[in-house]
């Protein structure tokens, strides 16, 4: 009896050593995302002027800053100079500024999409472009943090972008121009929140707002 309670007494101890850097680890608690309160509405997009040459130099970094803090987007524009070539011509406009990300999709597909202003979905800067740098036909094509153009068929690029907060398997139809390097867990909040009505596509409970978007 004696020798069985010294091996329990071992056990336990050993057991309690393995436990107790999970637990301490599992306590860590990740800061929450604080987001501001807004009284933004839909508004009808503004018409841009399309630019009528490439950039020489493309961005490297495009910053939204939102009511629930930045979201630092990597650029990739050897591959994708005519998307970025645009975006550049619409972010300076002030386009985006003050406007919803409008819609959210929560099941099989895992994005949140913004770049519309009146929140339709339809909404459009007035000139559109074609498609640049699609992904494969594969499984889990556009991988957490991409950032890709929206679009409702071949060269309708527009304003519209979105960012996958998981991996996501979609068409190969949608042009890759980024990828999420700061910022993503703002995706994941308003994720989390889910999407007005119970639904698994459509308005984000948790709104997020782009105050204005940068360039470097």
């Given amino acids: 009896m004696k020798r069985n309670s010294l091996i329990a007494t071992s056990l336990i101890s050993t057991l309690l050593t393995l436990i107790t850097p999970l637990s301490a680890h599992a306590d860590k608690k990740v800061a929450a995302v604080k987001c501001k309160p807004t009284k933004v509405t839909a508004f009808k997009p503004m018409l ?30 050897r591959l994708t100079r005519v998307t970025l070539t645009a975006l550049s011509t619409i972010i300076n406009s002030g386009y985006y500024n003050r406007s919803f990300c409008h819609r959210l999709t929560v099941e099989d597909i895992f994005i949140l999409q913004c770049g519309d202003p009146s929140m339709t979905g339809k909404g459009d800067p007035g000139f559109s472009y074609g498609d640049e740098n699609l992904p494969k036909a594969v ?20 304003s519209q972008f979105f960012i996958t907060y998981e991996d996501t ?39 997020l707002v782009i105050e204005r978007i940068s360039i470097s």
């Fill in 169 to 207: 398997t979609l068409g190969p139809n949608y042009t890759i121009w980024g990828r999420v390097t700061s910022g993503l867990e703002i995706v994941k909040y308003i994720a989390e929140g889910g999407v007005v009505g119970a639904k698994a596509d459509g308005r984000p409970i948790r709104p």
């Fill in 139 to 158: 499984e889990n094509n556009y991988p957490e943090g991409t950032v890709a153009m929206a679009n409702s068929g071949p060269g309708t690029n527009g």
């Fill in 48 to 77: 841009v002027s399309p630019p009528t040459a490439l950039l020489k130099r493309g961005p490297r970094q495009i910053t939204l800053t939102t009511n629930c803090g930045d979201i630092v987007i990597q650029t990739n524009y």
